[in-house]
Each structure stands twice: as structure tokens, then as C-alpha cells.
């Protein structure tokens, strides 16, 4: 069993390849500390992340899911990030109707030239999550 | 109305404008109604209208205009359908999403009085399913039921109407090429999502354990699936099996995926039909949760499924201004 107060949570963070993945990036390559909580995942656009790998995280027993695009009206695909926001705020408001914690899944706009702002989000993403303990609903268990 | 419609039908056989038509025929029980194809003038007589036609005849539309028929060279059909308000909207969604082509459509709109949930006769009256309900008559806005043991009970209809039917916003259809009924039926408008209102004040832990206990109750037999006009998916995301999204199993966490897929994937085009609930053999409260995102569509982009052709489908659209307070900021 993990001891409960050396548990550290394990967020999955979806970065859209224009503008969080190379704001990560600069963030890494300015030295600036953020905490190791989060596994990657590169997508093209943030627009290609479908809810069902939100939710498919959430069940494989990830802890919390952010998904991070370029801010709007600088999507690489002229629109995908403002298609991505319509289903987003669906998503979001539809998970915490049906009684999931709402800080489990987050959504943010970081830009390639924001690697402050990544670490910043990145920390209170993980705060948050830290905050909330590890995830028990949804939870897929053999 | 009936002999209106009849009369509807016989006219556009006659004139030709019509292979197939599709409306409600006489079920072998009482209080049901069995979706009925007519292909010629002669079989007219078997048509029915009462309020026990609350299928959804628009889930039958879009096989008749599959791709691949196309290939063989063989016509489309031309379809009559009856619509209620309802079913109407599917329709244009169906339109919209172009499983059906309009010009193909003869629309036979009916003003619908709202239908009765067989449910709430049975529990108006006896326990559930200890008796049998052998007739139902219907006269002036009451219902008059008759048991095995020739007991006759009557009920008045408003009472036993559907939920979904009882707040209902559009009783006719919008788009149609004849309607048939006048009146309006006049509706509580506010009262419509006050369900919702009160199910988002709960806490958390509640709403989590509601969702939880619904979902547990679900076999998986795609009933609501079945009996949806929006799901037409020649292969629905719980089929596949690359991506595998849902387990074989019965755990639970793979039900609540199903759902939570199945209900995202209404959202902007549910039209609140009430569809699935009736479908659903374990009598799972899936409106609570479909209604949701019926309000939080109109709430966040101004847009009401099934109401105008042109009009976008709101998550293959934006506007710049769209909501944004949910987004993490540092």
C-alpha cells in the first residue's frame, strides 16, 4: 500500500504540439522547477482530444487530467482550441453535475512563449489535485 | 383526427407522391402501439392515433437511406412519417446531420396531446404487474381501464401523462408539410428543468451516489441505444473494439463510461423524447442526466436541438465569446 502521506498524485496532462507541448518545453529549458506530478500525453491540436480519453484516464485511475491548448484566436489550426472549448465546457459542467470532483479535470491555454505560466498552472493543477486525494470514483477495479 | 389522417395518407398514395408510410398501427397489447409500414392504399384501415403512440418513429428513418444502398442503383424510397412534436425534431436533426434528405420527406405533423407512461396506469391502479390489464379505452381527456377479473377503473388522462410529455415545449413539429390539430397544448415552461435545478443543489456526495445507484442498475442491453433516432452510428463506440472504450464485463466503472459516453454524445442533439427511458427495461432515470445537457446546451451557446435546418450544430461551431470561466488560470 502507497503511504498515504508520501502519495503523490499522477496527472495526465494532454499539451496541444503548437503551443502548451513547446511551452513545457521552454519551461524545462529555462530551468524552471515545477512539480514531476504530470505524465505528457502530445496531441496535435487541443481540438483532438476526445472527452473519451478524459473519462478513460479518469477510469484507469489517473488522478487528474488537464488538458492545455493554445489560447484562443492562436490555434495552429485556426479554430481547433474554440471547438475544443464548446465540448470542454460541456464536459466539465457534466462531470461535476453527476458528482465528480471538479478539480480533477482541468482545462488551460498556455502559449510557447508562457513558460512561467505552464509551471504556475502546472502547481496549482497539482495543488488542487493533492488537495482532493487520490481519485476513487470512476475507477475501474479488477 | 384519425380519419384525417387516413385521408392524408389515401390522397398522397393516390397521387403518387409516396412509397412508404410510417405511423402506428394497433398493438396486440393494451396501452401500446406498434410502429406500422404501410407500402399501399389498402392497408390504410390498420392506422391508429391515440395516446399510446409514444414511440419515436424517426429511429426507423435512416435505414431507408443508407450509403450503400445508393451503390446498387436502386432509388431512395419516398417516405410519409407521422410526427408529433417530437419525433419532428429528430427529424431535423436527422436532416441536419444528413442520414435523411429532406426532399425524400413527406411530413404528416400532429398536433400531440401529450402520451400516457403505461407505467403510471399500472401503479395508478394496481401493484405493478400483479394484474393484467386486459382493455384501455380512451374518451374525453379520461382512460378507462379493465382487469383480468372485469374491475373497470377510471383515470383521468392529464394525470397519467409521461413525464417527458407533461412540460413538453413543442407539441407539433416545426418543419412538416401538413400539420393536422390546431389547438396548442399549454405547458408550464418554467417548471420544465426545475428538476435539474434541484438535483445541481445537492452536494456532491449525493449527486455522486445518485448517478451511481442509477447506473448500477444497467444490464447493458442497449435498449436506449436501440430506440434512439440520434444513434445511428453504423458501429457505436461500445461495439469497437479499436479502441476497445468499454470492458466486456460488468464492472461498473465500464457502465458508467457507456452512459457518460452515450449521454455527451446527445449533447446539442437529445430532443428530450423520452426515448431511452421508455426503452430502458431496468427503469434507470436517464433524464435527469440527458436534460442536463439539454440545458446546459441552451445555456452556454443559445441553441435548441431540432428547431431550424440552417442553424449550426452548436459543437461544430463557435463564437469567439464563448464561455469561459471554466478555464484553470494561474
Given amino acids: 500500500m502507497e503511504n498515504k502521506n508520501n502519495w503523490e498524485p499522477k496527472i495526465v496532462a494532454f499539451l496541444c504540439n503548437w503551443c502548451s507541448y513547446a511551452g513545457a518545453d521552454l519551461a524545462g ?114 | 383526427m384519425i380519419e384525417k389522417i387516413k385521408e392524408v395518407v389515401k390522397k398522397l398514395f393516390k397521387e403518387d407522391k409516396i412509397d412508404i408510410f410510417i405511423g402506428y398501427g394497433e398493438g396486440t397489447l393494451p396501452l401500446r402501439t406498434t410502429p406500422c409500414f404501410i407500402t399501399g392504399p ?40 407521422l410526427a408529433k412534436g417530437c419525433d419532428g425534431r429528430s427529424i431535423v436533426g436527422l436532416i441536419k446531420e444528413h442520414q435523411i434528405p429532406r426532399e425524400n420527406l413527406y411530413i404528416i405533423g400532429i398536433n400531440c396531446s401529450g402520451m400516457i407512461d403505461i407505467e403510471k396506469v399500472q401503479n395508478a391502479v394496481y401493484k405493478m404487474q400483479e394484474v393484467e390489464i386486459v382493455s384501455a379505452k ?37 418543419i412538416y408539410d401538413v400539420l393536422i390539430g390546431e389547438e396548442k397544448r399549454k405547458t408550464k415552461e418554467k417548471e420544465r428543468a426545475a428538476f435539474i435545478k434541484e438535483f445541481e443543489k445537492k452536494p456532491l456526495e449525493e449527486r455522486w451516489k445518485y448517478f451511481q445507484e442509477q447506473v448500477s442498475k444497467c444490464i447493458r442491453c ?9 444513434c445511428y452510428c453504423k458501429e457505436c463506440f461500445a461495439d469497437q473494439t479499436r479502441p476497445k472504450w468499454i470492458g466486456a464485463t460488468e464492472n461498473i466503472s465500464d457502465i458508467m463510461f457507456f452512459q457518460i459516453g452515450r449521454i455527451l454524445h446527445q449533447a446539442g442533439r437529445c430532443v428530450d423524447c423520452g426515448a431511452c427511458v421508455r426503452a430502458c427495461p431496468m427503469g434507470i ?46
Fill in chain 2, 42 to 81: 389498402d392497408n390504410i384501415e390498420k392506422l391508429v392515433w391515440n395516446s399510446y403512440c409514444f414511440n419515436n418513429l424517426a429511429v426507423y428513418l435512416p435505414r431507408f437511406f443508407l450509403p450503400q444502398l445508393q451503390k446498387k442503383d436502386l432509388k431512395f424510397p419516398r417516405i410519409g412519417i
Fill in chain 2, 222 to 230: 442497449y435498449a436506449c441505444r436501440q430506440a434512439c433516432p440520434n
Fill in chain 2, 138 to 174: 380512451e374518451k374525453s381527456g379520461k382512460v378507462l381501464v379493465e382487469n383480468e377479473d372485469n374491475k373497470k377503473v377510471e383515470l383521468k388522462k392529464e394525470e397519467l401523462l409521461a413525464e417527458v410529455c407533461k412540460n413538453c415545449q413543442y407539441t407539433a413539429p416545426l
Fill in chain 1, 29 to 142: 529549458v529555462s530551468r524552471t522547477q515545477y512539480p514531476s506530478n504530470i505524465r505528457v500525453i502530445r496531441v496535435p491540436c487541443s481540438g483532438r482530444v476526445n472527452p473519451f480519453y478524459i473519462i478513460k484516464a479518469l477510469q484507469n485511475g489517473v488522478d487528474g487530467v488537464l488538458v492545455s491548448g493554445c489560447h484562443p484566436g492562436d490555434c495552429h489550426y485556426i479554430s481547433g482550441n474554440l471547438i475544443a472549448r464548446r465540448k470542454f465546457a460541456l464536459l466539465k459542467s457534466f462531470l461535476e453535475y453527476i458528482g465528480i470532483e471538479p478539480g480533477r479535470v482541468q482545462f488551460s491555454w498556455v502559449s510557447a512563449a508562457e513558460g512561467g505560466r505552464f509551471a504556475q498552472i502546472i502547481e496549482k493543477v497539482t495543488g488542487e489535485v493533492k488537495k482532493l486525494g487520490p481519485i476513487k470514483k470512476m475507477v475501474k477495479e479488477f
Fill in chain 2, 285 to 330: 432515470d436517464l433524464r435527469i442526466f440527458t436534460y442536463k445537457l439539454i440545458e446546459d446546451v441552451k445555456e452556454f451557446f443559445g441553441y435548441e436541438a431540432g428547431i431550424s435546418l440552417e442553424e449550426a450544430p452548436p459543437l461544430a461551431t463557435f463564437k469567439p465569446d464563448d464561455k469561459q470561466e471554466f478555464i484553470t488560470e494561474p
